[in-house]
């Protein structure tokens, strides 16, 4: 059906719905149809009938209201007519009326009318038996003339004379046909004997039973009668052997027969014809074991055959006729079992524990073994064998075993074993049988703690906050359980006559570095601490490690002004002459800054001056100068504010202010350019502390790096921390260069003053990384602290409070 078709049965619907609800039916029409009639046969003029014009037809529209008769009936121009085949037996079965309802429907106006609609029976059935061969037995000499035998009846599925009406029978001198009328018109057929059967003269007899309907054209149908004539049973069936006794293997396949047996009969028929079955009082277990075919006497297996369960079975056998009386014979079947190797060793692991500890000692007793097998003979000798290359072996007593160790184990290596036993029994073929074992190695605490790495480096910058996160220390330990918990101290020591924990603390549960204090770069720059990892194990394990902590510089010291020497007057007297030059050195400011690196890296510039054209101060060197002549317009009395910065971030700075008097002749009080630092007449002691304490410096470093070369030689690999100290060997020539001084002579050739600066050209980062000793070296290893020179400081002090105003030391902190 399409999509159409549902949709115009679904509208018709709704409109029958809604005719029948306002009673708009009128109208009920009966038409009858004989079944099978071919389609476009007329069936009634509806039109004519409702009254409906020829002029109207068109206009009114008549359609069948109903899905379902459309498919049998159509209406076209008011006639009714059969559209498909209609088979009054599919339809109504076999009820004797059999009425179709239709609903037509007419528009313009809207009606409704009903139609029945008869379907009249055809003969287009033949009568039918159900059984086309029927089969009766009668025993000779026993049955009387004028006894009747029930037949089967015929079945028609036309209803009235068109059913089943008489039947016939072929004639013959020994059966007669009697038919009998039931109450609702069936007709039921019966066999009448009318002479005695004798089967020596006929064994067997064929008749023909005949079906006759009522219609016009008579319809028939047969099937065939034999009798069959029983003979008397005077015989029973004999057995060849009174006993039978058969060996046989266990597990035979279902179904194999073990022996057919043959019984004779000397009647014939069915008083010949021979069935056997079981005696009743056999053994259930035979019966469960074995069955017997009753019609070939074949007795053949249905169960399991197993030696190990029964080794006999005796089965009582009787064979019986069909006559009547029955008469049976009887005979014994007894059977051997013979052992086949058929069951596979069993193997029972017994042990308390599954579980040995690492720390066991050679033939330690893991669990007993036991094996068995069902089986006789040697299909029952077992013997046992072990996965190979563990460490453990099988001892053994008779079918007994014990399991126990033959190497020495480890849990961080091998954490469980998998010992397959396999059992094998010595019969052909040989059967085996394997288990698992699976063999947990418990833990001892026999792994000190380890730490993720030789040493430690962390780096902080001074000035930081008490509880600042210094770094984290991390071991693992191999053991597991309570043994592998770690927990994490400080080794006790001191520095500089404080406890190392006045300094640091650590978190015993995650190795967190913490700082108790903060620290200040210009007082100690590395921090080396021994970090310790115990475990919780009995007996308890530990390991060190070596950390070493560097102070970072942070930019928090101001520069320092050494020149003009800490004056407590605000402002500095200088006096040039009227008649100086261009490039005439004023005076040179000299400061110092206690910071390092860049931090220290100073820059003076001119934060305000009287005259902006006048002056100029070198950026490094803090020298100022006239950049031009000396106008008689300008003011005899000349201040400079002189700012110097550093180059930390944020940068500090520190201002000094100079009063500069131009005079108009100071021809024996002007200085020269090179000699604003020293007094006329400068002390040799000064020269020569100043050489001395030069050579010093040079010689401590050299000899540093002699001992660490030296060093990192002897231990004959060079680590990433000699690598680097190498590597910045260039580096360090150019420090160096930079920071050899420079000395200035007077006229007489002593020494005016020694400058000692530091002025990158660019900012460099800071190096903390030396060839630092393993943690097995630590013992061994001393830091190379800053050395001061007080005699240096001294002599710098007391030349300065000693010498005129135009002697100043120019030192930069040296780092």
């Keep these: 059906m399409d999509m159409r078709s549902s949709l115009n049965a679904c509208k018709w619907q709704v409109i029958l719905f809604f005719l029948c609800s306002w009673g708009w039916v009128s109208g009920q029409l009966r038409y009858s149809i ?92 033949s009568p039918t038996f159900l059984k086309l061969n029927q089969v009766i037995t009668i025993l000779e000499l026993f049955a009387n003339p004028g006894k009747t035998f029930h037949l089967e009846t015929a079945k028609d599925q036309d209803v009235g004379t068109n059913s089943v009406t008489q039947y016939r029978l072929n004639p013959n001198p020994y059966f007669s046909l009697s038919v009998k009328n039931r109450n609702d018109g069936t007709l039921i057929p019966e066999l009448v004997l009318e002479k005695i059967l004798d089967r020596e003269e006929k064994k067997e007899h064929k008749l023909i039973l005949t079906a006759f309907d009522g219609g016009e054209n008579p319809r028939t149908g047969s ?37 057919k ?89 017994t042990s308390k524990t599954n579980e040995v500890p690492e720390n066991a000692p050679l033939g330690t007793v893991v669990g007993f073994i036991s094996v068995r097998d069902k089986d006789s003979g040697r299909n029952g000798e077992v013997k046992l064998d072990i996965s190979p290359n563990l460490p453990f072996k099988c001892q053994s007593f008779k079918n007994r075993y014990s399991l126990v160790t033959s190497g020495y184990l480890d849990r961080e290596k091998i954490s469980q074993y998998t010992i397959k036993l396999t059992a094998s029994d010595l019969g052909s073929p040989t059967l085996f049988n394997q288990t698992v074992i699976i063999l947990n190695i418990s833990d001892v605490n026999d792994n000190h703690p380890t730490f993720m790495q030789p040493v430690y480096n962390s780096f902080i910058k001074e000035n930081n906050e008490p509880g600042s996160l210094l770094c984290t220390v991390s071991a693992t330990d191999l053991d597991e359980g309570a043994n592998s918990d770690v927990f994490y101290s400080i080794v006790e020591s001191q520095i500089d006559g404080s406890a190392i924990s006045s300094f640091v603390y650590i978190n015993s549960q995650n190795g967190n570095i913490y700082a108790q204090r903060s620290f200040d770069y210009e007082q100690i720059q590395v921090l080396q601490i021994t970090a310790r990892a115990e475990d919780a194990g009995f007996p308890k394990l530990l390991s060190n490690v070596s950390v070493f902590i560097f102070i970072m510089d942070a930019n928090d010291n101001a520069p320092s002004i050494l020149y003009p020497q800490f004056s407590r007057e605000l402002i500095v007297q200088e006096k040039i002459p009227r008649s100086a030059s261009v490039d005439y050195l004023v005076t040179k400011v000299s400061a110092v800054d206690q910071d390092s690196g860049h931090n220290a890296w100073l820059v003076y510039s001119l934060l305000e001056s009287t005259s902006d054209s006048l002056f100029q101060i070198s950026e490094y060197n803090g020298e100022i100068r006239i950049i031009r002549n000396i106008h008689d317009a300008d003011n005899n009395g000349q201040q400079v504010v002189v700012l110097v910065s550093d180059h930390g971030e944020p940068s500090l700075s520190t201002t000094v202010t100079i009063y500069v008097n131009i005079i108009d002749n100071i021809v024996n009080q002007s200085p020269k350019s090179q000699d604003f630092l020293t007094n006329s007449q400068p002390t040799p002691d000064i020269t020569l502390y100043l050489i001395i304490s030069l050579v010093a410096i040079s010689l401590v470093s050299i000899v540093t790096f002699v001992i660490l070369l030296v060093r990192c030689l002897k231990r004959g690999n060079y680590d990433s921390s000699c690598g680097s100290c190498f590597s910045n060997k260039s580096q360090h020539k150019q420090y160096a260069g930079e920071y050899q001084p420079t000395l200035f002579l007077n006229t007489d050739g002593t020494l005016k003053y020694m400058e000692v600066r530091m002025a990158p050209t660019e900012p460099q980062g800071q190096c903390y990384q030396a060839c630092f000793p393993t943690a097995s070296e630590n013992n061994e290893f001393t830091f190379m602290k800053p050395q001061n020179f007080p005699q240096l400081k001294e002599m710098v002090n007391e030349t300065g409070s000693n010498s005129d105003s135009n002697y100043s030391p120019k030192l930069h902190q040296v780092r």
């Design 34 to 125: 004989v079944e099978e009639s071919e389609p476009g046969t007329l069936i009634g003029n509806v039109a004519y009938d409702l009254g409906i014009n020829l002029a109207d037809i068109n206009n009114r529209q008549l359609s069948l209201g109903s899905e379902g008769s459309s498919r049998l009936f159509s209406v076209a121009n008011g006639a009714l007519t059969v559209k498909g085949r209609i088979d009054r037996e599919s339809l109504c079965g076999s009820r004797s009326s059999c009425l179709l309802y239709l609903e037509i429907i007419a528009e313009n106006p809207l009606e409704l009318f009903s139609v029945e609609i008869d379907i009249l029976d055809a003969n287009d059935n």
């Design 223 to 259: 099937c065939e009668v034999t009798v069959i004539v029983q003979d008397f049973n005077d015989n029973a069936p004999v057995f060849n052997q009174s006993t039978y006794k058969i060996s046989l293997f266990e597990n035979l396949p279902l179904n194999t027969v073990i022996i």
């Design 261 to 349: 047996l043959n019984a004779t009969d000397m009647d014939e028929g069915s008083n010949g014809e021979v069935q056997y079955s079981f005696v009743e009082h056999n053994m259930d277990t035979a019966t469960e074991i074995f069955d017997l075919n009753p019609q070939t006497g074949e007795i053949f297996v249905k169960g399991n055959i197993d030696f190990e369960k029964s080794q006999f079975y005796e089965l009582n056998i009787k064979a019986t006729d069909k006559g009547v009386p029955e008469l049976e014979g009887r005979c014994l079947i007894q059977i051997e079992v013979q052992d086949a190797n058929d069951n596979t060793p069993e193997i029972l692991f």
